[in-house]
């Protein structure tokens, strides 16, 4: 059986997590800091894709931004993340070729849950971190596996799940927190790969139709893929 493991922000979605909590958080914020929430999220999460601080330093940045937002305003910003176009007929055309489709995120769970439901589609596994709720809001930390923990552990335990080699699997993303599960999985796909994830990648696609031909190339759809 073969195994694809998707990134989910900026990969799978389009959207990005953090930046609409920070948006809720901004409709909902007293002090009289100028600089939005959303925009100070979207520039520590810019600089981490690009690998210029680490992952867990600027998630938990990004997360302390969110103490005190209320649980319902955190489950609007959950439940406006999207599947980008073709995103859920490629995994339903994985699924239905008896691939196991995973997701490796960063992210939230209730964000990935959310928009494959709105789409009507399933993964076997979802691999991703929460925001704790006290009294109705946010605490502004962070827990999951995905922290410190990195996609290839993740990946190395999904594989050993379903019983296969890590030289089987498909792995695809676009930023500095996909390296490692792009470098350690059998074959690399960059899907719009930040300039420091490009090299770590044997090919690059920008569209989700584009990733279907070249997984139907190299027989991932008929089960004739061959790593080797």
Do not use: H
């Amino acid at each position: 059986m073969t195994l694809v493991a998707f990134d989910f922000d900026g990969t799978l979605s389009d959207s990005e997590m953090t930046v609409l909590l920070g948006k809720q958080r901004d409709m909902v914020r007293t002090d009289e800091e100028t600089q939005s929430v959303a925009s100070r999220m979207d520039e520590i999460t810019r600089r981490a894709m690009n690998d210029q601080i680490g992952y867990a330093e600027s998630l938990r940045k990004r997360c302390s931004l969110l103490d005190g937002l209320p649980e319902g305003n955190a489950q609007a910003a959950f439940d406006s993340v999207e599947l980008r176009p073709g995103a859920a007929s490629a995994i339903e055309r994985l699924r239905e070729s008896g691939v196991y489709v995973a997701v490796l995120t960063g992210g939230f769970g209730r964000g990935v849950r959310s928009a494959l439901e709105t789409e009507g589609v399933t993964v076997d596994a979802i691999v991703a971190n929460r925001l704790p709720v006290a009294n109705g809001e946010l605490t502004g930390e962070v827990a999951g596996p995905l922290i410190e923990g990195t996609k290839d552990d993740a990946l190395e335990v999904l594989t050993a799940v379903v019983e296969e080699s890590q030289e089987t699997t498909v792995a695809v993303g676009d930023g500095a927190n996909d390296l490692p599960m792009l470098e350690t999985a059998g074959w690399a796909i960059g899907f719009d790969p930040k300039p420091s994830v490009e090299p770590a990648c044997a090919v690059v696609v920008d569209s989700m139709g584009e990733l279907e031909d070249v997984l139907a190339t190299a027989g991932v759809f008929d089960g004739t893929y061959d790593p080797a």
